[in-house]
């Protein structure tokens, strides 16, 4: 720090009547630079801790911003139209995000930002994972209505399912009802081309890598007669839901081969 030394022992020398003691001018000159010295180690270290707080709380800022976005998988490759890769993979621009490790032999058929439907080969059947803002209204056919709150208690006391089994399950880190179930053999809701139970309205629209949504109107289905697996898991807004299902001959084994890549699920958001 610079100090003037003339102003200094200006300072200490006081006024005119002072008698010119030099020791006392120094005694004088000596504290006033302390008191200098002092005051500006305060003002650096005010400085630092000041920076300190100012860029913890940037951080923090900047962390709760991100909340809603969070990160990509890092090695993940976007999911697309037609058969897939052994990889760890991501859906674009899907809300909450949604990362899963396939192994090989899937095929993707559906896929927009909203969920996908991909099938094994060598197996019949299909695994999916679908956002669910309408359903079928039971009996009524074509017509929908938003999800209800109790998605799961919806499915349970739908007409065309038998239910097998429901449980308390984790998907991709939440909580969530896991649904096993057969489909009727013909059903009270049919918008499709074939006999099918029409349960959740999906956009209709696909895309061969970034499916955004241009509009509703397409159909999730299950086919009569096949047994099917419903884990829905509550959002802040709606549900998810990953559905399974296959005829029965095939079940057990499109089911374990659903489930490695079930297990292997992260959901972020």
Same mark, same amino acid.
Request: no cysteine; proline share 7%.
């Given at each position: 720090?610079?100090?003037?030394?003339?102003?200094?022992?200006?300072?200490?020398?006081?006024?005119?009547?002072?008698?010119?003691?030099?020791?006392?001018?120094?005694?004088?000159? #000596? $504290?006033? !630079?302390?008191?200098?010295?002092?005051? +500006?180690?305060a003002a650096a270290l005010a400085l630092v801790v000041g920076g300190v707080q100012l860029g913890q709380s940037d951080l923090l800022s900047d962390a709760l911003? #991100? $909340?809603? !976005?969070?990160?990509?998988?890092?090695? +993940?490759?976007?999911?697309?139209?037609?058969?897939?890769?052994?990889?760890?993979?991501e859906v674009a621009r899907m809300s909450p995000r949604i990362a899963l490790d396939l192994g090989p032999g899937w095929s993707v058929s559906y896929l927009t930002n909203d969920g996908f439907t991909m099938s094994p080969s060598g197996a019949a059947g299909a695994l999916g994972v679908l956002r669910v803002r309408n359903v079928f209204k039971p009996g009524e056919k074509g017509q929908t209505a938003p999800a209800p709150e109790n998605l799961a208690g919806w499915i349970v006391d739908h007409p065309d399912l038998r239910i097998r089994s429901t449980r308390s399950t984790?998907?991709?880190g939440l909580p969530g009802t896991q649904i096993d179930a057969?489909?009727?053999?013909?059903?009270?809701?049919?918008?499709c081309s074939e006999p099918c139970l029409a349960i959740f309205e999906?956009?209709?629209?696909?895309?061969?890598?970034?499916?955004?949504?241009?509009?509703?109107?397409?159909?999730m289905s299950l086919d009569p007669g096949y047994r099917v697996r419903l884990i829905v898991i509550g959002l802040s807004e709606g549900h998810l839901v990953a559905y399974v299902q296959a005829p029965p001959a095939s079940w057990e084994g499109t089911a374990a081969r659903a489930g490695e890549v079930l297990t292997t699920l992260r959901i972020d958001g």
């Open positions: 720090m610079h100090l003037d030394i003339h102003e200094v022992m200006t300072k200490a020398a006081g006024t005119t009547r002072d008698l010119p003691d030099v020791e006392t001018i120094y005694r004088r000159g #000596r $504290r006033i !630079v302390w008191r200098r010295r002092a005051t +500006a180690a911003r #991100r $909340r809603d !976005v969070p990160p990509a998988a890092p090695d +993940a490759r976007l999911l697309s139209i037609g058969p897939m890769d052994a990889g760890r993979y984790n998907l991709g057969t489909v009727a053999a013909s059903s009270t809701t049919q918008p999906r956009a209709a629209a696909t895309a061969p890598v970034r499916g955004d949504i241009t509009g509703f109107g397409g159909v």
